[in-house]
């Protein structure tokens, strides 16, 4: 008898259950799975998220030239490819060539080196928020919808004075205040050597040189986690009273195991959903502070700092701005893709029609 004649027999209390009628018993997690592979947008957003992080990974070894590596000799040199695909005055003025694949910048940099070590940038930046949203949010979330009351009104203002002050403008304020106050050389001892030194770890670790990738992290986590937040609470402000959370109270369990134990795993699916699709959120965030000046500092190849240094010669040597604003567009369409088919598969009400 195998494990599923097992548990029907269980659940029937042993009485035979006709032929054509019997109940399967699935995993809601393969289920899940199961649906999300059969969507071919999120397969694809999926595949190429796995691509863009082994890029990242490997980008020593992928990468034909170092990020800060350049050569004076070529500087705006546009693809001798390029030239066929988009004709035009390019051949007047600009240098032609085929040493890089995607052409050179104003200092006579790979574009394409810069492209695959940018991943080092963007994807751990998208990564970390969504790990703080998750962390944070869901347990002040909880915290604030299981208990309710004073503690649920006051949690929950603060959330609101947040949101009240705008997001970006409040990052942009954190990263001027991060880079004025804890960059360069400081004394040891002091709160800003400490941060330096964390620094100098976190982009050692990403394989970065002087990236300060630390202030980035801090600037987007410290905004990350009030929607996560909002969204835990009123999944559990809708599940507390219900019969079988009543039943844990009954037999004597703790709030901490009816949180972990009986609440999560039931709001879990929607979170993971909410986190991925904000994760191309934080990556636009992360460019949009490099192409202002406030993100990773140079040389560390970031998509944004690309895309700013290159909208300036756009017209003569559109290279520059192509090719990193469209590794930022495919990017940003796989985590869609991938959210987009999470959501559809983490839905019970979708079983059957994917």
């Given at each position: 008898m195998t494990t599923q004649e097992r548990a029907v027999q269980r659940l029937t209390n042993g009485t035979p259950v006709p032929k054509g009628q019997e109940r399967k018993v699935t995993n809601l997690w393969l289920d899940a799975l199961q649906r999300l592979l059969r969507n071919k947008a999120a397969v694809l957003g999926g595949i190429i998220v796995i691509l863009l992080i082994l890029m990242a990974i490997f980008a020593d070894q992928i990468a034909p030239y170092h990020y800060a590596e350049g050569d004076s000799n070529e500087n705006y040199m546009v693809p001798l490819w390029l030239t066929?695909?988009?004709?035009?005055?390019?051949?007047?003025?600009?240098?032609?060539?085929?040493?890089?694949?995607l052409g050179a910048d104003y200092l006579g940099r790979d574009i394409l080196s810069r492209i695959i070590y940018g991943a080092r940038v963007s994807l751990p930046v998208g990564f970390a928020g969504a790990l703080t949203a998750l962390v944070i949010g869901l347990v002040y979330g909880s915290i604030s919808g299981y208990y309710g009351g004073k503690v649920d009104n006051i949690m929950m203002r603060i959330v609101d004075i947040m949101y009240a002050f705008p997001t970006m403008l409040l990052i942009i304020l954190l990263m001027a205040f991060f880079k004025t106050s804890?960059?360069?050389?400081?004394?040891?001892?002091?709160?800003?050597?400490?941060f330096n030194?964390?620094?100098?770890?976190?982009?050692?670790?990403?394989?970065?040189?002087?990236?300060?990738?630390?202030?980035i992290f801090m600037g987007i986590g410290i905004t990350a986690w009030m929607g996560i937040a909002r969204l835990a609470r009123g999944q559990i402000l809708s599940l507390k009273e219900k019969e079988f959370i009543e039943a844990a109270r009954m037999i004597g369990a703790s709030d901490l195991?009816?949180?972990?134990?009986?609440?999560?795993?039931?709001?879990?699916?929607?979170?993971?959903?909410?986190v991925t699709l904000n994760i191309p959120g934080y990556i636009s965030t992360e460019v949009f502070l490099s192409f202002i000046g406030l993100g990773v500092d140079p040389p560390t190849p970031s998509w944004g700092s690309m895309i700013s240094e290159g909208s300036r010669a756009i017209r003569s040597y559109p290279n520059q701005v192509l090719f990193p604003a469209l590794a930022l567009a495919i990017t940003m369409f796989a985590f869609n893709f991938l959210g987009d088919g999470l959501r559809d598969a983490l839905d019970p009400r979708m079983r059957g029609t994917s």
């Open positions: 066929k695909v988009m004709p035009g005055h390019m051949e007047k003025y600009a240098k032609i060539g085929d040493k890089f694949i804890f960059g360069g050389a400081n004394e040891p001892g002091t709160a800003a050597y400490t030194q964390i620094n100098k770890i976190v982009d050692r670790f990403l394989g970065l040189e002087g990236g300060g990738m630390l202030f195991r009816i949180i972990v134990r009986h609440i999560l795993p039931n709001i879990i699916g929607p979170i993971l959903v909410t």
